[in-house]
């Protein structure tokens, strides 16, 4: 089992507003006990990654369209912007790169 059968288990939305006006909603990989920090990056031909421990998403900025992606098919020139994650008092919030840098993935 790949999680704490006894760890609640979050169900993660996400919504995209566009720069051209468009708008998406995609469903994320669950936090299944502690994975449910996701880096976002920007990357070329705006194109924005939305990447998290067991899975990444492309959206492209202009569209709104959101793929599934597999790692090794993401570029590694890209720009880190910031990440979704647990505050202190356990509460989602953005931390931008100037807030918090960079964060690697536990191996588990």
Sequence with gaps: MATDPFLPRFNLT???SGTAGCSSSTELFPDTG???RRNV???AKGMVYVVGQ???RVID???C???LVEF???DRD???LGSFDQDEDKRWRYFSSAQRPELPFAKR
């Design 61 to 63: 900025s202009q569209t």
């Design 41 to 43: 990056y920007q990357a």
């Design 54 to 56: 067991f899975d990444a």
């Design 78 to 80: 890209v720009i880190f």
């Design 72 to 74: 090794r098919h993401l």
């Design 14 to 16: 996400m919504n995209i």
């Design 65 to 67: 369209q959101t793929s």
């Design 34 to 36: 502690y994975a449910g």
